[in-house]
């Protein structure tokens, strides 16, 4: 990850917009995982995935393809770049939203795992499995890193 600018800041200090621009790190790439909850995906195509953190805050982008789905259903799993906080009541505050761009235009919601994946839920003619052959699912989410 690159280096998180704190050089020069203390408590009650008024930022100017120069140093809120410095604040956080640049985007990183990742490749995430990419597994069905049930069965198994054949061939995975394009794989793709950014994100940021800033202090416990984790903002995350992908875009994965499946070229061929095989025995793949129920929902999605998406790797994490960064591990999260364990569960807080069951609810981690996990946020996101996901769509298939290539096939069925079908929207998802994203919903927290485990610490190290988040599930995709389709809700469209299909829900809950939003791959499918030729499927090429985008996402964000944002969750606090342990």
Request: glycine share 18%.
């Amino acid at each position: 990850m690159a280096t998180q600018y704190t050089a020069g800041l203390s408590a009650g200090q008024v930022l100017t917009a120069a140093t809120m621009n410095q604040i956080g790190a640049a985007w990183e790439t990742y490749t995430p995982t990419v597994t069905p909850q049930s069965g198994t995906i054949t061939t995975l195509g394009a794989r793709f995935g950014k994100y940021s953190r800033i202090n416990k805050l984790v903002v995350v982008m992908f875009d994965v393809t499946i070229t061929t789905n095989g025995t793949g259903g129920t929902w999605l799993n998406i790797g994490k770049p960064i591990t999260s906080v364990g569960s807080l009541g069951g609810n981690t505050g996990l946020v996101g939203m996901a769509y298939e761009t290539a096939v069925t235009g079908w929207l998802g919601a994203i919903r927290d795992s485990s610490t190290t994946a988040v599930l995709v839920l389709g809700t469209g003619g299909s829900p809950g499995y939003i791959g499918g052959n030729g499927h090429r699912v985008t996402g964000f989410f944002t969750y606090e890193a342990a």
